[in-house]
């Protein structure tokens, strides 16, 4: 006797019918990493595929993105020079001011989404200016610099303002900052639940920002905590976050659900650098089927409710979407 559950044999055409989430080339926003120079484009060794560029690599980039169909980009800033504070990052001639004004001079037509964040900047390598006392970021003073970073990119044609550092209060300060200032019209896509994650380690190698001293958890979420992750979304929402974020994605789409489920505002995950080498050296080892798990594995994030995947198999699924 067959129950009603039954699983249906489908042919190819009813099956593609039927099937209930789907992934395209509009969902993805593919990461850049520009630093200063020319004809600089350096290949990192633990992330095959994925390159520190001069800007006009970077531009030459932009015109291979398009023709695979991909319009966003986010961008992160590489400087020649950090000091305590990050200045290279609050300056109208530095690294990520610089590339955006070309880029966007050279590709209006690209969506320029930046990674506004000190990481990347400061010779520590933390997300912000230290408080000696407690041997960790100062909250309050780096989300005073986090609003002057925000203008410049701003001012220099950023189309959405990505704040990544976890700071409380942030979105709040961001958009008060950028309304005043005439910047209404410019979205924040939230870090909101940004976790304390052992995947983001290829990534400091081609962004140069490894914590200098200990590690970054007393501002990044706890990987245990569900109810907080939550809550941390919940909260940008509040502050006027446009778009929210979870990442890293692969290890936490139980609370990309959590968060879909409590929120109508559009959800994006980062697809991050640990997620991305481990299958490029899986590959490498010849253990998997790289493409199909690549797909398998994106489509996961839509699955669980993501709108938005920033991802550097972007472009490698990009062709595989365009045949």
Do not use: W
Not at 17 to 25: A, G, I, K
Not at 107 to 135: M, S
Not at 207 to 223: I, L
Not at 234 to 244: F, R, S, V
């Amino acid at each position: 006797m067959f129950t009603r559950f039954r699983r249906k044999r489908y042919n190819e055409t009813l099956r593609d019918l039927l099937q209930e989430t789907h992934l395209s080339v509009n969902d993805f926003i593919y990461p850049l990493f520009v630093r200063s120079g020319e004809n600089i484009k350096k290949e990192v060794d633990s992330m095959p595929g994925v390159y520190q560029m001069s800007i006009d690599e970077i531009i030459k980039e932009c015109d291979e993105l398009k023709k695979l169909g991909i319009k966003a980009i986010i961008l992160f800033g590489i400087p020649d020079i950090k000091d305590s504070v990050g200045s290279d990052a609050l300056c109208e001639h530095g690294i990520i001011a610089t590339a955006l004004k070309e880029i966007k001079k050279a590709h209006p037509d690209i969506f320029v989404v930046t990674d506004l964040c000190f990481c990347e900047y400061t010779d520590h390598g933390h997300c912000g200016v230290l408080n000696p006392r407690l041997n960790s970021v100062d909250n309050d003073i780096t989300l005073q610099n986090l609003a002057k970073q925000a203008l410049i990119h701003a001012k220099m044609g950023a189309d959405m303002i990505a704040p990544s550092g976890m700071m409380d209060g942030m979105i709040k300060t961001l958009r008060e900052a950028l309304d005043s200032a005439g910047y209404s019209h410019i979205p924040i896509m939230s870090y909101s639940t940004k976790f304390a994650s052992a995947y983001y380690g290829p990534f400091r190698d081609v962004a140069e920002s490894a914590p200098s001293f200990g590690d970054r958890r007393s501002y990044q979420m706890n990987p245990a905590n569900r109810n907080e992750a939550i809550l941390e979304s919940l909260e940008d929402e509040k502050e006027g976050a446009d778009i929210l974020m979870v990442k890293p994605a692969l290890a936490y789409l139980d609370i990309i659900r959590d968060i879909r489920e409590r929120t109508l505002l559009p959800l994006a995950v980062y697809n991050v650098s640990g997620e991305y080498s481990m299958l490029k050296m899986a590959a490498r080892a010849g253990v998997i089927d790289y493409e199909k798990v690549m797909m398998e594995t994106l489509i996961s994030f839509k699955r669980a409710g993501a709108d938005i995947i920033i991802s550097y198999h972007a472009k490698e699924a990009a062709k595989i979407l365009n045949c």
